[in-house]
C-alpha cells in the first residue's frame, strides 16, 4: 500500500504543479521590471501604474463589470424561475423543450451562440428596427441567455436534492403561494441562487467569443482588448491584470472556504 | 418528484381538489412563471438557429447585412419568388479543407480528453483518498483555478511555452537541449492548453465517482494476492467509469468547437472547426458560409452528444 501512494502523490503533485506553474510564474513576471519576459530585472510595480494608466483597459474592463453585473442579475431571474419550473411544476405541456432548450446552451459551442444571435439581431434590426446597432445592450441579452441556463441547473439541483416537507407545512399553516415561495422556496434555495449568480458573473466577465459576434464597435469587452493585444505576444500589463484578478478570485474563494467552515462548526456544535 | 405532492404549484389535481378562489390566481402565476423563461429562450436561443438555417442557405453579396435574401415577394404581381441556395453546402462537402477541419477537431479533443483523464485521475484519486480539512483544502485548490478567467490561463501558457519562454530557458539551463523548441504555435501547444483549462471539469466528476469507493473492497482485493496495479484495473477503474464518462464528455464537448486556444497557442496550420467558422465569418465576411459550417456543426456533433445526454436522463430516471 506505501508504495503506491507514493506513486499516487506523485503523480498527483505533478498534476497540481501543472496546474500552479504557469499561474505562479505570470504572478512572478508581474513584478519584473525589464520589458523582456525572460529576463529578470528586479522587482517593480511598473507594469501595474502602466495598468492603471492605459484607459482603454480601465474602460473595458468597467464596461465588462457592469455588463456581469447586469447580465448575472437577470440570468439569475429567469434561471431560477426555469429551474423552479422544472423541478417544481409536475409534468407541464412543453416541458420537454424546455428543459433541452436548458441544457443545451451548456453544450452548444460559443463560436455557434455568438453567429446565431449575431444574425438574430441583425434579421430583428431589418424587421423591427430593434436592437438599433449592437453594444452593450445586445451583449446582455447574449450573456444572460446562456447563464441562466449554467442558474436553472444549479436550482433544479438543489430543489431536486430538497424534500418538500417545510413548504408542505407552510403551505399547512396557510401560505399563500406568492408568500410561500419568496418565505420559505427562496431562503432554501438561496445558496444555489448565490453561487448561480456568481459562476454567471465569472462567465460573463470572461467571454470572449460571444462577445466578439455581438458586440458593436466602441463597444470592447475586457476579453476583446486583452485578447488583441495578447494576440501579438505576451505584453507584461496583462500580466499585472491577470495577477490582479487571481488575487481577486483567490481572495473571494477564501473567505468563502472560511465562511463554510464557520457554518460547518457553528452546526456542529450543539451535539 | 412525487406526484402525491400537495403543494399548489405541483399538479392540477391539487387545483381541482380545493376550492379556495386564488387557485385561479395561481394558475395564472404558473403560466406567466413557465412562460417568462421559455419566451425568452424561444426567441434568444431557439430562433436564432431557424435564423442561420435561413442564412445558410443564402449567397453572400457586398451590401448591408452580407447576404442576399431568400424571399422577393412583390404584391402588385402577386408572386414570392424563392431562391435556396445549396451553394455552400456543396462547396462545404467538395471542399476537403472542411472536412480536414471537422475531423482534426474531433482527433484534438480526442486526444486532449485522453491526457486530461490521464492527469487528472491520480489528483481525483487522491482528494478522494484525503482526510477532513485537506480534502476541502485540496478541492479548493484544483477549482481556484477554474474562477479565474479562461483567457488569462491560456494566455500564462504563451509565456511558458514561447521561444525564450520558461520551458524553454529552464531546459538549456538543464543542458538537455543546446536549441530552443518551437512550442508554441503548435499541435502540442494546443493540446496543453485544453488539458490545462479544462483539468478541473475532468477531476469534479472522477472526485465524485472514486469517493463512493469501498476501500474494504481493495483491502479483500489485496488479501486474496491482488498486485495494486491489477486492483488498480480489476476494482477502482470499472467503479470510476461513470465519473470517467462524465468528465470526459464535459472536457470533449467544448473542446471540439474551441476557439481561443487554437487561436492563441496553436500555429496557423492548426486545423479546428470553431476557428474556421471564426475566420470566416470575421476575416472573410463570408456570413452564408459561416451559417453553413455552423449547421453542419450541430447536425454532426452536437445533436449526437444531445440524443446520448437524453438517453442517459433516461436511465438514471429508471
Known amino acids: ?271 | 418528484m412525487s406526484t402525491t405532492s400537495r403543494l399548489p404549484w405541483i399538479n392540477e389535481s391539487s387545483s381541482l381538489m380545493t376550492k379556495y378562489n386564488f387557485m385561479r390566481r395561481i394558475n395564472w402565476g404558473r403560466f406567466s412563471v413557465v412562460g417568462v423563461p421559455m419566451l425568452w429562450l424561444g426567441i434568444f436561443f431557439f430562433v436564432p438557429f431557424l435564423v442561420v438555417f435561413k442564412i445558410s442557405l443564402a449567397e453572400t453579396a457586398i451590401a448591408v447585412p452580407p447576404y442576399t435574401s431568400l424571399f422577393e415577394m412583390d404584391w402588385e404581381e402577386a408572386y414570392i419568388n424563392i431562391k435556396l441556395n445549396l451553394g455552400n453546402y456543396l462547396y462545404l462537402f467538395e471542399d476537403a479543407f472542411y472536412l480536414d477541419a471537422y475531423l482534426s477537431s474531433i482527433k484534438i479533443a480526442a486526444v486532449s480528453t485522453f491526457f486530461t483523464l490521464l492527469v487528472a485521475f491520480p489528483i481525483a484519486y487522491m482528494i478522494a483518498r484525503a482526510d477532513g480539512p485537506k480534502r476541502g483544502l485540496l478541492l479548493a485548490l484544483v477549482i481556484l483555478p477554474f474562477w479565474t478567467s479562461f483567457l488569462l490561463r491560456v494566455y500564462a501558457w504563451m509565456g511558458f511555452l514561447k521561444k525564450n519562454g520558461i520551458v524553454n530557458e529552464f531546459l538549456l539551463s538543464m543542458g538537455i537541449i543546446d536549441q530552443p523548441l518551437t512550442l508554441l504555435q503548435t499541435d502540442f501547444a494546443v493540446y496543453i492548453g485544453i488539458v490545462y483549462t479544462y483539468l478541473p471539469f475532468m477531476v469534479l466528476p472522477l472526485y465524485s465517482a472514486l469517493e463512493k469507493l469501498d476501500m474494504t473492497l481493495l483491502e479483500a482485493a489485496e488479501d486474496l494476492g491482488c498486485r495494486p496495479f491489477q486492483s488498480f484495473f480489476l476494482i477502482t477503474l470499472p467503479l470510476a467509469i461513470p465519473g470517467v464518462v462524465a468528465g470526459c464528455l464535459l472536457v470533449f464537448i467544448p473542446a471540439v468547437g474551441e476557439f481561443v486556444i487554437p487561436a492563441l497557442l496553436g500555429g496557423s496550420d492548426t486545423l479546428m472547426i470553431g476557428r474556421v467558422l471564426w475566420d470566416e465569418f470575421f476575416l472573410n465576411r463570408d456570413w452564408p458560409m459561416a451559417s453553413a459550417v455552423a449547421i453542419v456543426m450541430l447536425v454532426v456533433l452536437v445533436l449526437p452528444i444531445m440524443l446520448i445526454r437524453n438517453g442517459q436522463g433516461k436511465e438514471e430516471a429508471i
Open chain 1, 1 to 271: 500500500m506505501k508504495r503506491r501512494s507514493l506513486f499516487l502523490n506523485i503523480t498527483a503533485g505533478f498534476g497540481f504543479l501543472f496546474l500552479y506553474a504557469p499561474i505562479i510564474a505570470l504572478i512572478i513576471y508581474s513584478f519584473n521590471k525589464s520589458k523582456l519576459v525572460t529576463v529578470w530585472g528586479g522587482w517593480s510595480l511598473k507594469w501595474y501604474s502602466e495598468l492603471f494608466n492605459n484607459e482603454q483597459i480601465i474602460n473595458a474592463a468597467l464596461l465588462s463589470l457592469k455588463i456581469a453585473f447586469i447580465s448575472a442579475t437577470l440570468a439569475v431571474v429567469l434561471g431560477t424561475m426555469a429551474g423552479f419550473v422544472l423541478s417544481r411544476f409536475g409534468p407541464f405541456r412543453g416541458k420537454m423543450i424546455l428543459s433541452g432548450w436548458i441544457t443545451a446552451p451548456l453544450v452548444m459551442p460559443e463560436v455557434i451562440t455568438g453567429l446565431s444571435l449575431l444574425l438574430l439581431f441583425v434579421a430583428m434590426e431589418g424587421m423591427f428596427g430593434w436592437p438599433a446597432g449592437r453594444g452593450t445592450g445586445t451583449i446582455i441579452i447574449a450573456h444572460t441567455t446562456f447563464c441562466m441556463a449554467y442558474v436553472a441547473v444549479i436550482v433544479q439541483a438543489r430543489l431536486s436534492s430538497m424534500d418538500e416537507t417545510l413548504e408542505e407545512a407552510a403551505m399547512d399553516l396557510g401560505a399563500k403561494p406568492s408568500s410561500l415561495f419568496f418565505l420559505v422556496t427562496l431562503p432554501l434555495i438561496a445558496p444555489a441562487i448565490i453561487s448561480g449568480w456568481l459562476l454567471s458573473f465569472t462567465l460573463s466577465l470572461d467571454d470572449l467569443v460571444i462577445a466578439s459576434f455581438v458586440s458593436g464597435p466602441g463597444n470592447s469587452t475586457l476579453p476583446m482588448v486583452i485578447f488583441s493585444k495578447v494576440r501579438l505576444g505576451v505584453t507584461p500589463e496583462v500580466n499585472a491584470l491577470a495577477t490582479i484578478m487571481i488575487a481577486i478570485v483567490a481572495i473571494g474563494v477564501i473567505a468563502a472556504m472560511y465562511q463554510m467552515r464557520r457554518q460547518a462548526r457553528m452546526l456542529a456544535k450543539p451535539q
